[in-house]
């Protein structure tokens, strides 16, 4: 039985009263604008600039978001519902007042109610700062993820961190990337609610008393040394039809003012006590590192602090339901971690059931092992989370000790499985007997989980071959794959208006929420006058992007040239450097050979690098320096072009990807899980030109061989060309080409006045033992290169590749993901509003 302290479930009560109207008149939205411009803002219609009107029109808007926000959250509280909590340390959200107009489907309406206003809805649009909570891929995921969880009307919420700050804004001076701090709610943010109603507190520091209970039975108490209060800002979700509005619930720290002066005074403790990190400083800022984290306090506290806090969210709104019988609670919550940023929030499961709900310990584990699902995004050694021991006594003491329990009964468990096999449980075990002992956050997280997946269908087989073999092993059907996905509402609806005009005339407007249908372009493939429109699209969106390109750089682009882009976070596994390393080819061979005969080309790059990789910052260096270079020089300018877009992020994204013809995607074979960037790229009828790695396996399978340009080592090649000592002096010395424009980069050519300037990239990929094999790929990416060249010469033969690019991306909607995670871990029903 239940003990249910929410009214039973009557007869009818599953449909909602019927919704508002959907859709505004036009009327109706520029009263509700002009409202909020007196109301909200102050001014009016003739003192209004830019600005204002982006904040009166997207207070209008949120007036129909909170509408429905409540009929949702109604609704699934009388269900009763199953749902989702996905926990992540970042969320990309981008700019929301576009995508949220469009998934009212008052796009249109809005542009023209505008216009009748004498405002360029467009220009307004501008006036949003990107929600830029995150690094890169992973946050973009999450973000992605959530727009269909609401588009397809699953019960979910997201959970993260209010950063003060979020990525940092890339500014280039004199080539080189300047950090400066994002300040994306200076002037207010129109969505965002605060719940004081839902503040939360979470504890740190102090230590464990052992107690005995009444039964004789060992009770463990921790006393806090500090408590900090999280405060709760809501973003509402818009799915697409604007029938679900979910909600992100994003973590705030401040003070709770609660200092435990008793912890602080008990003996030896006033020296660790003054490092403590200081409640405001929790949420102050996102860790610019994508791939890899070093072992900082704040990072960690960071980790707790916001899993932690939704952990007591998730149990206040399941307890509302059902008192304190933990019968259903995994019937009711299941929680997906987004790598291991989250994974305290195993341990801190086990204590709340353990230390405070007085469960047993076996019964405890079995709700956490049926609760928690883990997403793992990355195989690089230096990208897989562990924390020093010692660092989790101080700050999080009792989990520690919970830690050291399930790990404890974990090793009996492969005793039994692999008895006296002391490699395997060294290998297995949560703690690294190193010098400092550490925590692995990987394996608590498999072990803690009942499935893990990874996200690309190769990624997952190494996650299974090489990462976790014995895990698989040991819990058969465990790991799996959940192939990643992008919502095509933002990255084809919204972001490029001519094609999806093009695209819905030809198969109608259901292709945004059943993406497969794309397919049925395909017969257009070789039909001439839709290849015409169809690059016709492509020409003017590149006009679009050279206008951009000119306004942010000063550099003017030929639209007619092939515009070949290379977007994503700066990192050598990325290889931003082997196309650099062919950019300098193509510009000797043109110095050497004035009729070399390639069709003009310009390099779009856009990367922000980790304020602290310095390779990374050089290959940005480089990039602007040979930009400067090549652009000014009239002997190959007209064919041969390179641009650095300053600040890459997910509004530029969204004006850089519909311009693309040719999408790299170069990354060492094994190393990038999935790519999402490859997807969204593919999908606005940009080529791939990449290797054998992540999603791009399956996109060439979707497209075809001849639809895509593939080279270079695969997995298999790369390990044996490992195995048997790769030395990429071999290449140097073998190659003319490869020495040429190594030894190019140590001249001052690119860099007058600054000798050595460059000399690193040509270090890493010699003495630095080129670990990321641009050298044992160059020779093929170059042929690639040419093959791509032949191709693009042959306008009809690109037109119907790029068209059968943009018709066979439907596997890759976030839909399908998510559907996926329905079916594989969630178990999810829809719950829709009606
Ligand atoms: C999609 C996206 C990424 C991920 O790109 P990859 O090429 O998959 O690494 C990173 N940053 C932004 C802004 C994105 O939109």
């Known amino acids: 039985m239940t003990t249910a302290t929410k009214p039973a479930k009557q007869a009818g009560q599953n449909a909602v009263s019927t919704l508002p109207a959907l859709s505004l008149s036009k009327k109706a939205f520029k009263e509700a604008v002009v409202r909020h411009l007196h109301c909200s803002l102050g001014t009016d219609e003739n003192k209004a600039d830019n600005h204002a009107w982006y ?30 909590h996905y926990l992540s340390a970042e969320f990309l959200m981008g700019r929301l007042l576009s995508n949220n107009m469009h998934n009212f489907g008052l796009f249109e309406t809005a542009d023209s109610a505008l216009k009748e206003l004498g405002v360029t809805l467009s220009d307004v649009l501008e006036e949003e700062p990107d929600m830029a909570l995150g690094n890169g891929g992973l946050g973009r995921l999450a973000a992605c993820f959530i727009d269909s969880l609401a588009t397809m009307e699953f019960p979910a919420i997201g959970y993260g961190i209010h950063y003060e700050h979020g990525l940092f804004r890339q500014e280039i001076k004199n080539g080189a990337q300047i950090e400066r701090p994002d300040s994306w709610r200076d002037y207010g943010n129109p969505w965002e609610i605060c719940r004081p109603e839902s503040i939360q507190e979470i504890s740190l520091y102090g230590y464990v008393e052992t107690k005995y209970g009444t039964n004789g039975q060992i009770q463990k108490e921790w006393h806090p040394g500090a408590i900090v209060k999280g405060v709760p800002w809501d973003i509402p979700v818009v799915g697409y039809g604007g029938k679900t509005v979910n909600v992100l619930r994003l973590w705030e720290s401040q003070s709770s003012g609660y200092f435990n002066w008793d912890v602080f ?7 660790a006590q003054r490092e403590n990190v200081e409640a405001e400083t929790i949420s102050k800022v996102l860790y610019p590192n994508d791939e890899t984290e070093a072992g900082k306090e704040l990072r960690l506290i960071q980790q707790y602090f916001f899993s932690a806090c939704s952990l007591k969210d998730i149990i206040r709104r399941y307890k509302r339901a059902h008192g304190d019988d933990w019968s259903r609670f995994t019937d009711q919550v299941v929680i997906q971690l987004n790598d291991t940023h989250p994974a305290i929030a195993i341990p801190e499961l086990m204590r709340i059931l353990v230390d405070r709900a007085e469960l047993d310990w076996d019964s405890a584990w079995a709700i956490c092992q049926k609760t928690f699902a883990y997403t793992n995004h990355t195989l690089l050694p230096e990208a897989l989370e562990k924390w020093p021991a010692r660092m989790l006594e101080k700050i999080l003491p009792r989990h520690l000790e919970i830690i050291y329990e399930i790990n404890h009964r974990f090793m009996a468990e492969v005793e039994k499985k692999w008895p006296g096999n002391n490699a395997i449980k060294a290998k297995l075990s949560i703690i690294e007997e190193s010098n400092e002992k550490m925590v692995r956050m ?63 005339k030809k198969i109608g407007n259901d292709w945004p929420l059943e993406l497969d249908q794309l397919d049925k372009i395909s017969e257009l493939a070789d039909n ?18 050279a206008a951009e390109i000119k306004a942010l750089t000063g550099i003017s682009v030929d639209t007619k040239a092939i515009f070949d882009i290379q977007i994503k976070r700066l990192h050598e596994y990325k290889r931003q450097h082997l196309n650099v390393l062919h950019i300098l080819a193509l510009y000797r061979r043109l110095l050497e050979n004035p009729n070399y005969d390639i069709h003009p080309r310009v390099f779009i790059f856009g990367a922000k690098a980790a304020p602290g990789y310095a390779l990374a910052k050089t290959v940005i260096f480089a990039i602007n320096k040979i930009a400067d270079k090549i652009n000014s020089d009239n002997r190959v300018n007209h064919k041969l072009k390179v641009v650095f877009m300053p600040n890459y992020r997910v509004s530029q994204a969204e004006k850089m990807i519909p311009a693309a013809d040719v999408s790299q995607q170069i990354s060492t074979a094994g190393k990038e899980a999935s790519g999402t960037g490859n997807m969204k790229l593919a999908l606005n009828g940009a080529v791939t030109i990449g290797t ?57 050519y690119f860099t007058p006045g600054q000798p050595g300037a460059l000399s690193s990239l040509k270090q890493s990929m010699l003495d630095g033992g080129d670990p990321y094999l641009c050298l044992a790929d160059f020779e093929s990416y170059s042929e690639a290169n040419k093959a791509l060249d032949l191709a693009y010469k042959d306008k009809s033969r690109w037109a119907k590749m790029a068209i059968l690019n943009t018709a066979k991306m439907g596997k890759f909607t976030s839909d399908r993901s998510i559907r996926d995670y329905v079916e594989k871990i969630w178990k999810l029903d829809t719950c829709s509003v009606k």
């Open 528 to 545: 001439k006058t839709f290849q015409n429109q169809f690059m016709k699209v492509k020409q003017k969106n590149k006009q679009a992007l």
């Open 265 to 271: 005074n008990a003996g030896g403790y006033v020296d």
């Open 442 to 504: 990987g394996n608590l997280s498999v072990i803690g989980s009942f499935a893990v997946n990874g996200v690309a269908e190769i990624h997952s087989k190494l996650v299974k071959q090489d990462l976790f073999p014995e895990f698989d092993q040991l819990y058969p059907g465990k790991l799996t794959n959940v192939t990643n996905g992008i919502t095509p509402r933002r990255w084809l609806k919204a972001c490029n208006p001519l094609l999806s005009e093009l695209i819905s």
């Open 692 to 748: 054998l790695d992540g999603a791009n396996i399956e996109i060439a399978e979707e497209v075809g061989d001849e639809n895509i340009f593939i080279f270079g080592n695969t997995v298999e090649q790369v390990n044996a060309l490992h195995a048997k000592g790769y030395n990429p002096y071999d290449y140097y010395y073998q190659n003319k080409e490869i020495k040429a424009v190594l030894d190019w980069l140590d001249s001052d």
């Open 55 to 84: 904040k009166a029109i997207s207070a209008a808007i949120q007036e129909l978001v909170l509408e429905r926000l409540r009929t949702t959250q109604k609704n699934h509280y009388l269900n009763d519902t199953r749902a989702v």
